[in-house]
T-cell receptor
């Protein structure tokens, strides 16, 4: 199957700093990329859907000014957590798809810890 | 909005026993997808069902899509320790994708 990478895999930062997470589809062009957050032993909560070249669509309750998403190319999407706080600590996972309604290929996830 | 529900939340089985997880939606599902997430890992696609009443098999796994396209099930025959993980169903809702809460399976050797 297709490969999606995420970087970094783990990050620890101080409260108030910004953290950028990269999601890359390595062997296919992803029209659509999804960003999820997952708390321990819980389901994946969709944060936003991004399509290459257009603005991301955020889920209700997700602050777009705090979670900046850029889908600059068909192989790269970035999520920037601005002014991170301890409550933002979570497992962030991206996925890539050829289009809406098609299977998703998930990245390995990024574990963010905000001190 | 669309809600995708799954039961049970947890299931503990003895190795060799069968296991079933059920996925239900408040609205008609368009194309149900099933994923498996191992502990500490990321979700991996298992299958997609699109037709009413569809049944698909993958070795010991049997996936079913309800006639009314409002429910789906995943059945594992003779579980093995490698089946441990959380099984999620999900579906597209407009531009977005909604996952169910998942069923966490543990298999006792």
């Amino acid at each position: 199957g297709a490969v999606v990478s995420q970087h970094p895999s783990r990050v620890i930062c101080k409260s108030g700093t910004s953290v950028k997470i990269e999601c890359r589809s390595l062997d296919f062009q992803a029209t659509t990329m999804f960003w999820y957050r997952q708390f321990p032993k819980q389901s994946l909560m969709l944060m936003a859907t991004s399509n290459e070249g257009s603005k991301a669509t955020y889920e209700q309750g997700v602050e777009k000014d705090k979670f900046l998403i850029n889908h600059a190319s068909l192989t790269l999407s970035t999520l920037t957590v601005t002014s991170a706080h301890p409550e933002d600590s979570s497992f962030y996972i991206c996925s890539a798809a050829l289009g809406l309604g098609t299977r998703q290929f998930f990245g390995p996830g990024t574990r963010l810890t905000v001190l | 909005g669309q809600q995708v529900m799954q039961i049970p939340q947890y299931q503990h089985v003895q190795e060799g026993e069968d296991f079933t997880t059920y996925c239900n939606s408040s609205t008609t599902l368009s194309n149900i997808q099933w994923y498996k997430q191992r502990p500490g890992g990321h979700p991996v696609f298992l299958i997609q069902l699109v037709k009413s009443g569809e049944v698909k098999k993958q070795k010991r796994l049997t996936f079913q899509f309800g006639e009314a396209k409002k429910n789906s099930s995943l059945h594992i025959t003779a579980t093995q320790t490698t089946d441990v993980g959380t099984y999620f169903c999900g579906d597209n809702y407009g531009q977005n994708f909604v996952f169910g809460p998942g069923t966490r399976l543990s298999v006792l050797p």
